[in-house]
């Protein structure tokens, strides 16, 4: 079956510092999606892009759908980032989310 | 306003016992679906419906019962708890089982003891 993996599986940064959150897939995707889930337990969908480069605020994605990769580029990182970061990619086959195992960001003041 | 409820937030119930998670979505979307997140594994995906008919079953298990009373509520029905179903289950909708612009709600928190 499709398979995510992310890495790392945790970050720590002082606010102000950039962080770069990787996803790597095991099969084609028609759609890729990168998610926050709040401490409090939350989702919000945060950007979708199944290939190129797409920005939103201090957010920048970059997918390489031929190598199976997407990368999470977050600027100028501040304490309210914090939270787990999730991947998911869909396949219209399937109609459904598969996500990864998140990556775990804490911002520091 | 939340666009998706789901009742209870949180939710305790006995070894053996049965819970109903409840789930409405004011969206206007036709599909919806249910998610699980453990602490052992990743979100993952349990049951879809589109126009109140089950797409897709994930769910290994006949003690997962969804079940659509109305176009925009998706319940879960959960028979004979065990420990291991402690989990916090996230309900979702899109516009139609095609489109990947998922709405998640705020999960129901369970704990089964």
């Known amino acids: 079956g499709q398979q995510v993996q992310q890495s790392p599986a945790s970050l720590v940064l002082q606010e102000g510092e950039n962080a770069e959150l990787q996803c790597n897939f095991s099969?084609?995707?028609?759609?890729l999606q990168w998610f926050y889930q709040s401490p409090g337990g939350s989702l919000v969908s945060l950007l979708s892009?199944?290939?190129g480069t797409k920005h939103t605020g201090r957010l920048t994605s970059t997918t390489v759908t031929k190598e199976r990769r997407s990368s999470l580029h977050i600027s100028s990182s501040q304490t309210t980032d914090s939270g787990t970061y999730l991947c998911?990619?869909?396949?219209?086959?399937?109609?459904?989310?598969?996500f990864g195992g998140g990556t775990r960001l804490t911002v520091r003041p | 306003d939340p666009k998706i409820i789901q009742k209870p937030k949180y939710l305790v119930a006995v070894t053996g016992s049965e819970k109903i998670l409840i789930c409405e979505q004011y969206?206007?979307?036709?599909?919806m679906y249910w998610y699980r997140q453990s602490a052992k594994k990743p979100l993952e995906f349990m049951f879809s419906?589109?126009?109140?008919?089950?797409?897709d079953n994930q769910t290994a298990s006949s003690r997962f019962q969804p079940q659509s009373s109305k176009k925009n509520h998706l319940d879960l029905q959960i028979t004979a708890l065990k420990p291991d179903d402690s989990a916090t289950y996230f309900c979702?909708?899109?516009?139609?089982?095609?489109?990947?612009?998922?709405?998640f709600g705020s999960g129901t928190r369970l704990l089964v003891i």
């Open positions: 969206l206007g979307h036709n599909a």
């Open positions: 419906y589109s126009y109140q008919k089950l797409m």
């Open positions: 892009n199944p290939s």
């Open positions: 998911a990619i869909y396949n219209n086959a399937g109609a459904k989310l598969t």
């Open positions: 099969s084609t995707a028609t759609q």
């Open positions: 979702a909708s899109s516009q139609d089982p095609a489109n990947s612009d998922y709405t």
